[in-house]
């Protein structure tokens, strides 16, 4: 970590959680954590240097002016909860570096460890056979068979084996490795949706999440989102309902016409 992370603050926290989030399926991750961060008034604790871990590709000219290099942000924030037991650490990547993403999960480890949070959680999404229209459920996993017991309290959905991508699900294996509890909540997206932003996903983990964590947070904005996202998604649906039909169809005066041919 020496050299890689740049401190803006060094609050004293009480038995803090750590929250770690990049986008990923469905944006479920980063719609939860970017909810998170602007209701609860989350303040700049940390950065991680980018340049290590990611390469530029390019470079923006504006009026002719060559600009530095931009990098992804991978930024931490603190929140002291007063109404709790545990405050929280949040730690917001913009993206996923190409190479080096182990090296990555153990930078943000090494901050999770030196204010002694005592579990990490993630979020993602679970591909599914849910229909858009259906109420999507919360999966959850952990890194320890004591977690998994805990969630049960919480009914959330039993998978068993799964397969969670990206530093999402890496860095708790890392956590594992590293014996730092980790717990990883899943929200349901349908799979033929996958590469469509899903709040109604994020909605039903960051719920659950709260609950966790024992804190309390106005939905009522997520919620809405969530509301318009289902539409829309009907209407996509809807459109490419009609593209298939056009197009294994022909319509009936078609058909005559080609009889009247023959």
């Given at each position: 970590m020496k050299g890689l992370v740049r401190f803006y603050a060094r609050p004293r926290l009480k038995s803090p959680n750590m929250v770690a989030s990049w986008p990923g399926v469905s944006?479920?991750?980063?719609?939860?954590?970017n909810y998170l961060k602007r209701k609860l008034g989350f303040?700049?604790?940390?950065?991680?240097?980018?340049?290590?871990?990611?390469?530029?590709?390019?470079?923006?000219?504006?009026?002719?002016?060559?600009e530095a290099p931009q990098f992804p942000e991978s930024k931490f924030y603190y929140w002291k909860n007063?109404?709790?037991?545990?405050?929280?650490?949040?730690?917001?990547?913009?993206?996923?570096?190409a190479t080096n993403s182990y090296e990555l999960a153990n930078c943000i480890l090494d901050v999770g460890?030196?204010?002694q949070v005592k579990r990490v959680y993630?979020?993602?999404?679970?591909l599914s056979r849910i229909h858009h229209t259906e109420q999507p459920r919360v999966w959850g996993v952990a890194t320890s068979p004591?977690?998994?017991q805990e969630l049960k309290q919480y009914d959330l959905t039993k998978r068993?084996?799964?397969q969670i991508a990206g530093l999402n699900g890496l860095l708790l294996g890392v956590a594992k490795e590293r014996d730092i509890d980790g717990v990883c909540l899943l929200g349901e997206v349908p799979a033929y949706a996958a590469k469509i932003e899903n709040p109604m996903a994020a909605l039903v983990v960051l719920e659950t999440l709260a609950k966790i964590l024992q804190v309390k947070i106005d939905t009522t904005e997520l919620a809405r989102q969530a509301i318009e996202a289902r539409e829309r998604m009907k209407q996509v649906a809807a459109e490419a309902m009609g593209e298939f039909i056009?197009?294994?169809?022909?319509?009936i005066w078609e058909h005559d016409e080609e009889e009247e041919e023959e």
């Amino acid at each position: 970590m020496k050299g890689l992370v740049r401190f803006y603050a060094r609050p004293r926290l009480k038995s803090p959680n750590m929250v770690a989030s990049w986008p990923g399926v469905s944006d479920v991750s980063i719609i939860v954590a970017n909810y998170l961060k602007r209701k609860l008034g989350f303040k700049e604790l940390a950065e991680i240097e980018a340049s290590y871990f990611f390469d530029p590709i390019g470079i923006i000219v504006r009026d002719n002016v060559v600009e530095a290099p931009q990098f992804p942000e991978s930024k931490f924030y603190y929140w002291k909860n007063k109404g709790g037991d545990s405050d929280i650490i949040l730690f917001i990547g913009d993206d996923q570096p190409a190479t080096n993403s182990y090296e990555l999960a153990n930078c943000i480890l090494d901050v999770g460890e030196k204010f002694q949070v005592k579990r990490v959680y993630t979020c993602a999404a679970a591909l599914s056979r849910i229909h858009h229209t259906e109420q999507p459920r919360v999966w959850g996993v952990a890194t320890s068979p004591q977690g998994a017991q805990e969630l049960k309290q919480y009914d959330l959905t039993k998978r068993g084996n799964l397969q969670i991508a990206g530093l999402n699900g890496l860095l708790l294996g890392v956590a594992k490795e590293r014996d730092i509890d980790g717990v990883c909540l899943l929200g349901e997206v349908p799979a033929y949706a996958a590469k469509i932003e899903n709040p109604m996903a994020a909605l039903v983990v960051l719920e659950t999440l709260a609950k966790i964590l024992q804190v309390k947070i106005d939905t009522t904005e997520l919620a809405r989102q969530a509301i318009e996202a289902r539409e829309r998604m009907k209407q996509v649906a809807a459109e490419a309902m009609g593209e298939f039909i056009d197009s294994f169809t022909t319509p009936i005066w078609e058909h005559d016409e080609e009889e009247e041919e023959e």
